[in-house]
């Protein structure tokens, strides 16, 4: 007796029913990836940004270490009367105000003689 039914049998499947578990996982592992990918990238850019942050500390540290060293070295091996080690002293006080007044002039608005973060009205005395 055959049998009359409206369920396919197993050579007849509908391809897609089969394929669909496959491709399900197939696009759950893509979505992994790139979420992986994404914290990978993340990551990576930390590691740059501190690579480069440490880079520029290490720079600036070794030149401003061998500045000061050497012009500190120079004047302690010179006699403390000495003309050059008293223009050393006064060059390095001077040197000092004066980078402090330069920066202090950078965050002045020039026209009204306020610092730069304070509003024209706030800045006026009327």
Same mark, same amino acid.
């Given at each position: ?6 369920? @396919? ?11 669909? @578990? ?33 880079? /520029? ?44 007044? /330069? ?11 306020? @610092?730069?973060?304070?509003?024209? /009205? /706030?800045?006026? @005395?009327?």
């Amino acid at each position: 007796m055959t049998e009359n039914s409206n369920q @396919p049998r197993g050579s007849e499947a509908n391809p897609s029913d089969e394929a669909s @578990p496959a491709l399900k996982a197939a696009a759950d592992a893509v979505s992994d990836a790139r979420s992986d990918a994404a914290a990978s990238a993340k990551v990576a850019a930390a590691q740059v940004r501190s690579g480069v942050s440490a880079g /520029a500390y290490y720079s600036a540290y070794g030149v401003s270490y061998g500045v000061v060293f050497s012009g500190v070295f120079l004047k302690e091996l010179l006699p403390i009367d000495s003309s050059i080690r008293r223009g050393f002293e006064q060059g390095v006080q001077d040197g000092s105000a004066a980078a402090v007044e /330069a920066v202090a002039r950078l965050h002045v608005v020039p026209e009204l003689g306020a @610092p730069a973060n304070e509003t024209p /009205a /706030a800045a006026s @005395p009327n």
